[in-house]
């Protein structure tokens, strides 16, 4: 069964800064990646959508990667800003699965 | 605009008494799902509904109930709630169920006492 992890649980950096926040799953036989961001108490927002094909995604200030042999996919934030700060989910969905959520790494972006 | 429409968004009630949480979705999707996110176990899947009248159970489906009997609702029934379904509930729907970008509602706290 598919298994997904999140590397750090939580951050903390200054206002400007470039990030990665590491995903990793068990099963590499993964149809897509998507990463979301929640804000404390609200639902969940996609941001970018890696299909299995696909080695990167960029949005904006946002690039995500996806090594699908090892399994591992990375997002990146450019010169962060303190609305920056969420909790931010990685989720694999694999053929015959369903979605399977990571636990998220919590971020704070200081002023 | 697209949306996910969850009520009630708060809810404290009393084990054994039945309720619903209702999921609405104006995009025309055909897949809907219910997780339920807790401290440290993160979103675990409740139920999900590929189409109208198809519905299969997640990892975690024991206490509710869900129907589709239109495409756009799929509502969450807690026959006989108890302290343990205390959580945060959340409602997603997508196009299909083979992983495009996922729609989720607000979230619906609900407690069970």
């Known amino acids: 069964k598919q298994e997904v992890t999140q590397i750090p649980a939580a951050l903390s950096v200054p206002e400007g800064e470039n990030l990665v926040l590491n995903c990793s799953f068990t099963d590499s036989a993964i149809y897509n990646l998507q990463w979301f961001r929640q804000d404390p108490g609200k639902g969940l927002t996609s941001l970018l959508l890696?299909?299995?094909?696909?080695r990167e995604q960029t949005s904006g200030r946002l690039n995500a990667s996806l090594d699908k042999s090892s399994g591992r996919s990375t997002l990146y934030i450019a010169a962060s800003q303190p609305g920056d700060s969420a909790t931010y989910l990685c989720a694999v969905f694999n053929y015959g699965q369903n979605f399977v959520f990571g636990p998220g790494t919590r971020l704070s972006v200081l002023p | 605009e697209a949306q996910v429409t969850q009520n009630p968004r708060y809810l404290i009630t009393v084990t054994g008494k039945k309720l619903t949480v209702t999921c609405s979705q104006n995009?025309?999707?055909?897949?809907m799902s219910w997780y339920r996110q807790d401290p440290g176990l993160g979103l675990r899947q409740i139920y999900y509904s590929m189409n109208v009248e198809v519905t299969d159970k997640g990892d975690v489906p024991e206490g509710y109930k869900v129907s589709r009997k239109e495409k756009r609702n799929f509502p969450l029934i807690l026959e006989s709630p108890s302290p343990n379904q205390t959580s945060l509930y959340f409602c997603a729907s997508s196009l299909s169920r083979t992983g495009n970008t996922i729609y989720f509602g607000e979230g619906s706290w609900l407690t069970v006492v």
């Open positions: 890696i299909q299995s094909s696909q």
């Open positions: 995009m025309n999707h055909e897949y």
